[in-house]
């Protein structure tokens, strides 16, 4: 038995796309959600519930961090868990956010990377893209790319440069229809980019549609969604899988 941990956890798509993959693959497993209130419970109701698995999302992804019996891989550096696997009777903390990102985009080819956006999500992708410039709308939570010595800017502050992958990770689109930058950047940057990828999924954000009429290759945050995923049902199951294969199964179930 797997599950997720969130809360809310009702909108999680991850039930979804583990149990289709685990009817398609013949394995005779479930994966439920579980409204966690106190994020402080997550690793004995972890152990309570007996469960093999579990991922953890909004808001217990540092609950998870903090209490795991011991954490493995990036997950040390984000200081955030998305993903824990029963091991010998300890509970194992991982995070397969910004690996599965960058396994989204394995097939671009790009060297330039630039990450809209200065929250907890850019905070990961700039583990995976050690080299990213940062492009933020407000002063204050650039210094902590500051301090890790990544080049980062506000929109003010901001001269052009050129970058073959753009990333957003902010919020605007996902309920509104507001650019993460102002247009006129935003259209520079295309003018000179190869790829925009969006972390909001669900949706044709304004930012990807304006990416389209530059002729950019895009993506949507589906497929972070579903990297993530795989990522998680291989330290589930314990053993490597085709990982675009096993992609295609959660997308026929999510597209
Ligand atoms: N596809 C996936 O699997 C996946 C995984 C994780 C997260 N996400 C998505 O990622 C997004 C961000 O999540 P998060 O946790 O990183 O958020 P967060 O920590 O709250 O950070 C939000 C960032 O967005 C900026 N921002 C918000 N509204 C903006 C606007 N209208 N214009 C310009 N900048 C704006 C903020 O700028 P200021 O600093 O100026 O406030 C801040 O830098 C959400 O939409 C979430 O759904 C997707």
């Known amino acids: 038995m797997f599950l997720i941990f969130g809360n809310p956890v009702s909108h999680s798509k991850s039930p ?71 091991e010998n009777g300890k509970v194992i903390g991982y995070n397969t956010d910004a690996p599965g990102f960058l396994e989204a985009v394995k097939e671009f080819e790009y060297e330039s990377v630039l990450i809209i956006g200065a ?75 190869k790829y925009a990828v969006d972390v909001i999924y669900g949706k044709e954000t304004p930012f990807l549609k304006l990416a389209k009429q530059y002729n950019l290759k895009t993506k949507t945050g589906l497929d972070m969604l579903v990297y993530q995923g795989v990522l998680a049902m291989e330290l589930f199951l314990g053993k490597e899988l085709d990982k675009k294969k096993t992609a295609e199964i959660y997308f026929e179930i999510l597209r």
């Open 16 to 86: 979804l796309m583990h149990n289709y993959f685990f009817k398609k693959s013949n394995i005779k497993e479930c994966y439920g959600r579980y409204k966690l209130e106190n994020g402080e419970e997550i690793i004995d109701k972890f152990k309570e519930l007996k469960i093999k698995g579990a991922n953890v999302t909004v808001p217990h992804k540092e609950h998870a961090f903090k209490l795991a019996d011991e954490v493995r891989g990036i997950a040390k550096e984000i200081g955030a868990v998305n993903t824990l696997v029963e």
């Open 119 to 193: 929250g907890g999500t850019a905070k990961a992708l700039s583990l995976v893209f050690p080299n990213a410039h940062i492009l933020n709308r407000s002063e204050g939570r650039l210094q902590y790319f500051r301090n890790k010595g990544l080049k980062s800017f506000t929109w003010d502050e901001f001269k052009t440069n050129s970058y073959d992958l753009i990333i957003n990770t902010t919020s605007a689109g996902l309920s509104d229809d507001n650019y993460p930058a102002p247009q006129n950047i935003l259209k520079e940057l295309f003018s000179k980019a």
